[in-house]
């Protein structure tokens, strides 16, 4: 690698945002937002539509900027980089957007092997290799390998959207909605591939959603976010047990009920 | 991802003989970029021809699943040779690694079919013209049935949708219409003019940029520029809508895409060609007016008397008569290609691209028919 990356601490966080605020136009979206993610976990935003989770992503990953505060990602600052400075960090980390966002013009393998060839100097074989490994790890068949995105079903389609996300072997990945749009099957699914990812590869995950099912099953620690703020941090049974009333609002509305009854018989 | 970010020195491996064997060091970060070239490094190594082989890992400071994929295949194309590989000194958290990639690595199939050898893609292509032109037919005969439909209850007939259709493809083309058929006039006439006026046959120049411009180029000039105008344009909006399944929508609410989106397209470009093409026409004789006066001397009004004698009628009639049919092509190929759009953003700009192609060719093919058949009826 070219550019020179300061080594981290061992629990130094790995996303730190600091007193950061937002606004468009005369709508404020975030107001002194502050959390950070630590190394090694799920970490999930949660809050009603339109509360600035998405846009809060998109800033960390640097694609929007923000009015002010601070976000630092591996320990170094984010904000205002250009995309030219950008990219070392880019490289080091993997995004899923909601939609998958896969190349339609290519085929799976392609848009997987794509990150590849642009920032590796591997050989056509072995970058095919890797790109089908890179596919089979998110459990997809490997006739799917073949197939252009608009042959996929949305399950696939995430999948492969992951396996692009994975295709550096990324140390933070980003996943933006990650089971919006899949039936329960395939969500459960997508949860369990999460896990998986996580315990087997190492990865720190920062992931925005609002399926309450994913929460209890992945997410090591939640914020949830309301009225441009970060409501409350911790783990689910410390959010549970909170008495804002937003909060309570989230977690005992019908659905959300429903989804703390599945996690505790499971336990 | 990287299990150690610590030092990045790149991935390396060093082949020993030992007795009975030999041993395989490998060394470095085993990470996604920093194997270049360890493929091509492995598959030079000249392996014992007998004997245990040891590979040993205990250097090895990285590791993530490219790097674990590196090694599992140079162990299984190892082992698949009849060889006893022995992996030895790898960390722990690398070992769960290359477990994990050996499990997935069984899954991961054999990457691209075969390519097709090139009679097989010839016949592909030509049923897929076949095909291709079989749909524009079926096409143009479901337009037919529709508008008959329509015509038998005009409520049914979409004006508005016309009228703005009129207004896109008609009035906002007259500027490029005009200036091109303008320009088109002058070189006609600049070039006519030097052969003519070597016979001293200079009055002739109204000859040739009248009937030349009313007969031919002006109802084709006009033809190609709607094509790529506004043909392109349907193609692009009903393949658009056709991949974010509008059209679908329009089915389950009771609404014939066909009537919708078809008709109105195709009458008013069938209105609004004609008109084109006389406008056309007038800038086209203007500017060899223009280029006649300055170039060899023929004034306006000697222009327009020798006009009225050399053009009839009937010259300027099978002009304008062939554009009605170039208006029907040019509608029904934009949005045929529509349709045929699927999937993608690619797949969009694709039929865009063969709408605007195949609409020239076929109303060029058609220019040549009405040709033929113009002077075999000596018209």
């Known amino acids: 690698m070219s550019a020179p990356i300061e080594p981290m601490q061992g629990s130094a966080p790995m996303v730190e945002i600091r007193d950061l605020n937002t606004r468009f136009g005369a709508a404020v979206v975030h107001e002194n937002v502050s959390l950070a993610v630590r190394p090694g976990e799920i970490f999930a935003l949660v809050g009603a539509s339109g509360c600035g989770k998405s846009t809060l992503l998109r800033e960390t990953i640097v694609l929007q900027p923000p009015q002010s505060g601070s976000i630092r990602v591996f320990g170094l ?72 995105p608009s042959e996929l079903s949305g399950g696939m389609r995430k999948r492969a959207a992951l396996a692009r996300a994975l295709a550096l072997d990324p140390e933070l990945l980003f996943l933006d909605e990650p089971t919006a749009g899949l039936d329960p099957l395939s969500a459960s699914g997508i ?57 309570r609002e989230y977690f005992y509305g019908p659905r959300g009920r429903a989804a703390r009854e599945q996690a505790w018989k499971r336990k | 991802m990287a299990l150690s970010r610590a030092s990045e020195s790149p991935a390396a491996v060093q082949l020993v003989p030992r007795e009975a064997g030999a041993e395989l060091r490998c060394a470095g970060a085993w990470v996604v970029h920093s194997i270049a070239g360890l493929e091509r490094r492995l598959d030079a190594i000249e392996w014992p021809a007998a004997g245990s082989l040891v590979i040993d890992a205990s250097a090895v400071d990285a590791m993530d699943t490219s790097g674990a994929w590196v090694l599992q295949r140079t162990v299984r194309a190892l082992r698949a040779r009849g060889r006893e590989v022995e992996l030895r000194g790898m960390r722990p958290a690398f070992e769960a690694l290359l477990q994990l990639v050996t499990e997935r690595s069984a899954a991961a199939a054999p990457a691209a079919p075969q390519a097709p050898g090139a009679l097989f893609r010839i016949g592909g292509a030509t049923v897929e013209a076949l095909r291709s032109a079989l749909g524009l037919v079926a096409f143009l005969g479901e337009a037919a049935l529709v508008l008959g439909r329509s015509l038998a209850q005009p409520r049914r ?147 327009i008397d020798r006009l009225e004698h050399a053009m009839t009628l009937s010259s300027y009639l099978t002009g304008i008569g062939k554009t009605p049919v170039f208006a029907v092509i040019v509608a029904l190929v934009g949005c045929y290609q529509g349709f045929q759009a699927t999937g993608s953003a690619d797949s969009v700009g694709r039929q865009t691209t063969v709408s605007v192609v195949q609409s020239i060719f076929l109303v060029i093919v058609s220019d040549a028919l009405f040709s033929i058949a113009f002077s075999r009826f000596h018209l």
């Open chain 1, 191 to 247: 949860d369990v591939l999460i896990r998986h990812l996580k315990e087997s590869l190492g990865l720190t995950i920062m992931l925005v959603t609002h399926d309450l099912d994913l929460l209890w099953r992945t997410a090591d620690r939640v914020a949830v976010m309301g009225e441009s703020r970060i409501l409350g941090i911790g783990t689910m049974e410390e959010l549970s047990r909170s008495e804002h009333p937003l909060i």
């Open chain 2, 157 to 303: 007939i979409r004006w508005r949708a016309i009228l703005h259709n009129l207004q896109s493809a008609g009035y906002e083309a007259l500027p490029i219409t005009g200036l091109l058929s303008f320009l088109m006039g002058v070189v006609i006439a600049y070039q006519g003019a030097e052969q003519l006026a070597r016979f001293g046959a200079n009055i002739y120049i109204a000859d040739l940029v009248g009937l030349s411009m009313a007969r031919e180029l002006s109802p084709l000039l006009t033809a190609i520029i709607v094509a790529g105008r506004s043909g392109s344009a349907y193609a692009a909006q009903i393949g658009t809508m056709k991949v974010t399944e509008e059209i679908d929508a329009l089915r389950t609410i009771g609404v014939v895409p066909m009537e919708l989106l078809v008709l109105p397209k195709m009458l008013a470009l069938v209105i609004a060609l004609p008109l084109l093409t006389v406008y056309t026409d007038v800038m086209g004789v203007f500017g060899g007016m223009v280029m006649a006066s300055a170039q060899v001397g023929v004034g306006f009004g000697a222009f």
């Open chain 1, 77 to 148: 600052e984010v904000i205002g980089l250009s995309d030219r400075d950008a990219l070392p960090l880019r490289r080091r980390w993997g995004v899923m957007f909601e939609r998958g966002a896969l190349f339609s013009s290519l085929t799976v393998l392609e848009n997987v092997g794509m990150v590849l060839r642009e920032h590796t100097q591997l050989g056509e074989r072995l970058i095919d290799e890797i790109a089908a490994l890179k596919v089979a790890l998110t459990g997809l068949p490997p006739d799917a390998c073949a197939k252009y």
